[in-house]
């Protein structure tokens, strides 16, 4: 299958202004986004926002004294909530993929999302890897990379990336930069199509994304193969 890390030199080359973002993307106030929302955050949100509601119904109001069966209700709680943030600290150390659809006007729009984090000093290893685009015939596809070392810009804007799939040689492309969130950059790749996407994954492959010669980013995927068919799926 032809490499991802080949897609992503063809880019769209069009003019450039404060606020432009990658054809078929709308700039929301912060970043790029596609017309119809799916940001890959959404796995991510979900996770946290069930981790959050676990003991939401416990009462706030402070009390002189609690009864045994009380304390006992707040330890409960309280390790049920421990419990599910290390689940979610492992599931997010292995990696995760999420694949999903959104119908729109213009047809479905598939997205498959893989997200991975460790604990590396200097913000660069993990992150998202999103491979998003419409169901054929519409072309439009994007590869999107999301971490804590890559530029978070104020406003889009283009910048030139070095970008390394497994051992392959180093191929320094142009590409849109933009702030994701406060802590999180994020960098598109305009690709032909969905399918042509899908035809350049593998099961495991490693990406490394660099400025200046040092490593901005870097992430590897395993467990692709399921992802790719469902993706594929998606897409015909």
Avoid at 4 to 9: D, G, I, K, S
Avoid at 144 to 152: M, N, R, T, V
Avoid at 202 to 212: E, I, P
């Amino acid at each position: 299958m032809k490499p991802l890390a080949n897609l992503a030199l063809i880019v769209v080359s069009l003019p450039m202004t404060a606020l432009a973002c990658p054809t078929g993307m709308v700039y929301d106030g912060n970043g790029c986004s596609p017309p119809y929302e799916y940001t890959g955050w959404d796995m991510l949100r979900d996770q946290r926002a069930a981790i959050d509601a676990i003991g939401s119904d416990r009462d706030t109001r402070s009390y002189p004294t609690y009864s045994p069966e009380k304390l006992a209700e707040f330890a409960r709680i309280e390790k049920e909530k421990r419990a599910a943030e290390e689940k979610e600290r492992e599931q997010l150390a292995k990696g995760l993929w999420h694949v999903d659809s959104t119908a729109t006007p213009e047809g479905k729009l598939c997205a498959a999302t893989f997200a991975k984090y460790t604990s590396g000093k200097d913000n660069s290893e993990g992150g998202l890897v999103t491979i998003m685009g419409f169901q054929q015939p519409k072309n439009e596809a994007w590869l999107i990379f999301q971490g804590a070392g890559l530029p978070k810009p104020r406003n889009v804007k283009k910048i030139k990336i070095a970008l390394q799939q497994d051992d392959e040689p180093i191929q320094t492309v142009e590409v849109f930069n933009y702030k994701k969130t406060r802590d999180f950059g994020a960098v598109t790749f305009a690709v032909p199509s969905l399918k042509a996407a899908v035809d350049g994954m593998r099961d495991s492959q490693r990406f490394k994304l660099l400025l200046g010669g040092k490593t901005v980013m870097a992430i590897q995927w395993t467990g692709g193969a399921k992802p790719i068919d469902e993706l594929g799926a998606c897409g015909k």
